[in-house]
């Protein structure tokens, strides 16, 4: 039985991928679409590091920040999330930075997460997915990820938990495809009826 839904973030609560996109391309002006994409395949923070060099995506960071604490939530998926909230622990992990998560969650007032783990938090999924096991005393297969990247696929099966993917975010179908999720939606607000 499930009981703590996580969420990504960026690609899944709200998506701006282009905006993301265009804050790395002003420091890295050759990055490709493809390029930028293929740094979801894996652990981003690893994988950019590599690419730009350890601690060069600080700008990036901060461009992007800057304009994702401004987004507003869709009122269906806060509407949806709020329905969760009463059913399940609900919270987020993430690649980018807490402030930045923190901020958009505020002022879209949403007060339903349990826990926040950002960038700050650790650098791996993994290791804050282990966090939420120790935290809320539960089992991985007890918890279910929400993500829109293969890479995060991935790095929630290192530690037994299951995904749903969303192709409307980050990666296309084709490339959750070959990450194996437990299942592939198109939108966020066909989650309610895609929960095991």
Sequence with gaps: MIKVLIFDFDGVIINEYQKDYEAYL????DLTHEHYK???EGNFRSKADTLLGEGNSGNAEKE???HVSTV???ESVKSILRNFSKDYTIGVISSAVEKTLNDCIDNNDFKGFSFIYGFETNRLKTEKFKMVFEKFNVKPEE???ITDTAGDVREARKVGVKSI???CGYHERWRLEKAKPMKIISSFEELPSSLP
Excluded at 26 to 29: D, K, L, Q, S, V
């Design 26 to 29: 002003n420091i890295y002006p």
């Design 38 to 40: 293929d740094l979801f």
């Design 64 to 66: 992007y920040g800057l």
């Design 72 to 74: 507003k939530i869709k």
């Design 143 to 145: 918890c279910l990820y």
């Design 165 to 167: 993917a969303l192709d």
